[in-house]
């Protein structure tokens, strides 16, 4: 029989030895009449407390120490240990007690014999305490019936033991109510489960109102909550907690914390971890890193995993590995991939892979996808393919695409699609973005578009940036702005670069262009240095436009090489400027060629002028070529003189 609760309060907040939540024996008045019964049953009209299967016995440390003999202090120690006299003491009270109890019982004293049953059912001696409690419960003491069931359940006699609880039941004993219930639960009678676990909880048993709950919303039952709120109210932290996740589910996060602190105070890891996320989500790191580790603490593996980010967030990766270790070795897959990604950024390759492979026997696939990345870095093609391949079949989205991307390349598009959509449908954006490439390349525009638009409503800037082209194609411009944006929040270099100039080409929005320039220049855009390089020169800052074309000559750019030359040349410095028309040229700047090919004839060097004007005119555009035509005419007839 499943036990709930056991770790939370089980008493009504009475006093030990005033009511059936807290003793075995003592007599009380039944006072409140049954609910409409819907199953058999004896009635009596007064009988002794009893509790339930979840808690037995509730009463002083003394009753309960096992039985040590008399107390004596040794000689040789003239400061005796206190807890150890207590213990001894206890131990004698605990032998007194015993004895008197079964001196009365053995003359016929039911109560006796239900408080001697009940001390002997405590310490485990199961064989001694049944003939007591028998004679008890027969006698009609209700705590006695109640714990004679709670010894035959542990005896494995659950049909004897339903009858003597529903006995104490009957009469008015709300832990026996409780254990009925349970059962009845268990064996899926769930009409009378119900009926029993309410009369507990209407008792004010907390363990009966979490039952009672836990059954409804197991039926979808919205009287759960009811229930929940009445057991977390009495001190039960399962039911505050998932009293809790029914407040977060419904919305109402506020509510929802509130129980979770309630629970994560009584020690509730899953609590604890709950309220850290809420925490974490609404920015507040370090209470949300407080009861990360609560729970970590109280051995919640995932707390201990989203610490360890936290962690890492603020820079002290040791403390976050730490925590992953602890986490992955407890099974926590996340935290295998997490500490299987620090290694790989560390270039540990073997220590990588350990991890990976710890996270994908934890069951997260994640470990298998990153298992592929980490072959791919490594050159090992076919391994990465069967990685990605084991992830894909298990549903992992990401790896599905990257299978795709993987036939794609070595030609297989009929092997690809499939994987494509798998991934795109799946919610993979990466996907549904080479979807569209798949379908463009095709030819096909209309189903490109469309799953660029998905990719795009996702945040994928390149998506964004192939509807922006194809809308400034169609003059739609007011559509393309507003695609380019989206491209340029999304991290699209490209996007940025063309959002400014179409602002630039209107004419209207002169600061914003430049933001957006400055935007792809920063993220290594080529073009938009050379444009921040043109914007600064035109209002001379000659240093601010030096420094950008320098980035953008020194990553390849041959309109910024030139540029370059042309503003060193400004500055008398001939030599350099040379160095940069020359990179240009030798890139395909026609104009570059050009000015070389002038500064030969200024040295005197006509050959060199003819070579590098016939560069000029085989590389345009086509005023470069007209006036490389002519000078070179012109070095011919010289030439031929």
């Given amino acids: 029989m499943k036990l709930i609760g056991r770790n939370d309060p089980g008493s ?9 939540t807290e003793a075995w024996a003592q007599s009380e008045d039944t006072g409140t009449a049954l609910p409409a019964q819907r199953t058999g049953g004896l009635t009596v009209t007064r009988a002794d407390a009893g509790y339930g299967p979840d808690s037995l016995v509730r009463v002083s440390a003394g009753e309960f120490a096992p039985a040590a003999g008399s107390y004596a202090p040794q000689s040789a120690d003239p400061a005796p240990d206190r807890d150890s006299f207590e213990t001894a003491l206890a131990a004698r009270e605990q032998a007194a007690l015993e004895s008197r109890h079964r001196q009365a019982a053995d003359q016929g004293d039911p109560n006796a014999a239900s408080q001697l049953g009940a001390l002997l059912l405590r310490r485990g001696d199961l064989a001694d305490a049944e003939p007591y409690l028998r004679t008890a419960a027969a006698a009609g003491l209700r705590a006695a019936a109640n714990n004679l069931g709670v010894l035959l359940h542990q005896r494995g006699h659950r049909a004897e033991a339903a009858q003597w609880w529903r006995h104490a039941a009957v009469a008015g004993s709300a832990p026996a109510a409780h254990a009925l219930g349970l059962q009845l639960r268990d064996q899926g009678e769930e009409e009378a489960a119900e009926y029993w676990l309410h009369f507990a909880a209407e008792h004010g048993h907390p363990l009966g109102a979490y039952a009672l709950g836990d059954l409804m919303e197991h039926r979808r039952d919205v009287r759960a909550e009811r229930w929940f709120k009445v057991s977390a109210d009495a001190g039960h932290r399962e039911a505050a907690y998932r009293l ?21 105070a009584r020690s509730h890891a899953r609590a ?14 370090d209470e949300a890193a407080r009861w990360y580790r609560q729970a970590a603490q109280n051995g919640e593996p995932r707390a201990a995993c989203a610490l360890g980010f936290l962690l890492r967030d603020a820079g002290d990766l040791a403390a976050a590995a730490e925590w992953w270790q602890e986490a992955a070795e407890a099974g926590d897959g996340n935290a295998a991939n997490a500490l299987g990604a620090l290694h790989a950024g560390r270039g540990e390759a073997f220590d990588a892979e350990r991890w990976y492979r710890a996270a994908l026997e934890a069951g997260d696939q994640n470990g298998a996808f990153n298992l592929g990345l980490l072959c791919a870095s490594a050159g090992r093609e076919a391994q990465a393919e069967q990685w990605y391949r084991r992830a894909a079949y298990a549903g992992h989205r990401e790896a599905c695409n990257a299978l795709a991307v993987v036939l794609l390349q070595r030609g297989d598009e009929s092997g690809a699609e499939p994987w494509f959509s798998k991934a795109a449908e799946a919610g993979s954006v990466d996907g549904a973005f080479n979807l569209g490439v798949l379908h463009a390349g095709r030819g096909e525009q209309q189903q490109a578009h469309e799953w660029y638009a998905r990719a795009a409503a996702e945040g994928h800037g390149e998506a964004a940036l192939q509807l922006a082209v194809a809308l400034e194609q169609r003059g739609q411009l007011t559509g393309a702005l507003e695609r380019y944006r989206q491209a340029a929040a999304g991290s699209s270099a490209e996007g940025a670069f063309r959002l400014a100039s179409l602002l630039d080409r209107r004419g209207d929005a002169d600061a914003e262009a430049e933001h957006w320039y400055a935007v792809a220049a920063d993220a290594g855009h080529r073009r938009a240095q050379v444009r921040m390089g043109v914007r600064a020169a035109e209002r001379g800052a000659l240093e601010i436009a030096e420094s950008w074309y320098r980035r953008a000559a020194e990553a390849g750019s041959r309109s910024a090489a030139f540029n370059l030359g042309l503003l060193l040349a400004r500055q008398d410095e001939e030599a350099e400027a040379m160095v940069w028309y020359t990179r240009a040229a030798d890139a395909g700047h026609g104009r570059a060629a050009l000015r070389l090919a002038l500064l030969a004839l200024r040295r005197g060097e006509p050959v060199q002028a003819e070579n590098w004007c016939r560069r000029a005119a085989d590389h345009g555009p086509a005023e470069v070529t007209e006036r490389a035509s002519r000078l070179l005419g012109a070095l011919h007839s010289e030439l031929s003189a």
């Fill in 272 to 285: 604890a971890l709950r309220l850290g996320v809420l925490l974490e989500e609404r920015g507040d790191l």
């Fill in 12 to 20: 009504g907040g009475k006093a030990a030895g005033a009511a059936d």
């Fill in 244 to 264: 809790a996740r029914m407040r977060e589910a419904a919305g109402d996060k506020d509510t929802a914390e509130t129980w979770y602190r309630t629970a994560a």
